[in-house]
């Protein structure tokens, strides 16, 4: 059973970092697009960051330019998303995806696995 955990999010006043991770199991993902959705209510789901296999970014949102770092560990099955300079705006439900079947990487209709998500507060 193909499970992705995240961890890491929490409260963080404004210009604190957090580094969230995503532990996968189940299965290997070292050869898998592998990306970072967060969501707050009433809105749609964003596309954050997505790293190819190889390590080269797919996708960095334009809200987080220069902010948050996408990386993997392939050994451990692992992606992190680390954030830094955080705004109240970053506040949502962070949301890890694996294998990318298809389509744009930051498109979520073409990852076929998803974390439950991870809430990350920033306080003003």
Not at 13 to 33: E, N
Not at 43 to 54: T, Y
Request: net charge positive; proline share 2%; aromatic share 10%.
């Amino acid at each position: 059973q193909v499970q992705l955990v995240e961890s890491g999010g929490g409260l963080v006043q404004a210009g604190g970092s957090l580094r969230l991770s995503c532990a996968a199991s189940g299965r290997t993902f070292s050869w898998s697009t592998m990306g970072w959705f967060r969501q707050t209510p009433g809105k749609e789901r964003e596309a954050v960051a997505a790293i190819r296999w190889s390590g080269g970014i797919a996708h960095i949102a334009d809200s987080v330019k220069g902010r948050f770092t996408i990386s993997r560990d392939n050994a451990k099955n692992t992606v992190y998303l680390q954030m830094n300079s955080l705004k109240p705006e970053d506040t949502a439900v962070y949301y890890c995806a694996a294998e990318l079947r298809g389509g744009s990487a930051s498109q979520e209709y073409g990852y076929e696995y998803w974390g439950q998500g991870t809430q990350v507060t920033v306080s003003s």
